[in-house]
């Protein structure tokens, strides 16, 4: 069985001073970037350092892919994959 490409991105190492709008701007020129959203601390409210992105199409996730892992921005060296997809939608239909 075939690996299922997916249109959401998991990207990590990313600046503390990250926001959702430049993760948007960085990833944009790949393809419609529909959501860019960085994880944060619950508590601080601070930017954890990684989040995901989520394009239209999944060719337009796996061209961003191959162009920006292992590219060094805002002197951080970014490590970009496919976000991994919990069960969840199929542990619904057992009771």
Known sequence: MAKKLSSQLF???LSFYTTNEL????FSPFGVV???RLVR??????PKGFGF???KSEVEAHKALKAMNGRIVNGRLLLVE???????EE???TS
């Open 34 to 36: 529909t959501e860019a």
């Open 23 to 26: 993760l948007k701007a960085l």
């Open 41 to 46: 601390d619950p508590k601080t409210q601070r």
């Open 82 to 88: 496919v976000a991994k997809t919990t069960q969840r």
């Open 53 to 55: 992105v989520t394009f």
């Open 11 to 13: 990207i990590s190492r």
């Open 91 to 93: 542990d619904t239909t």
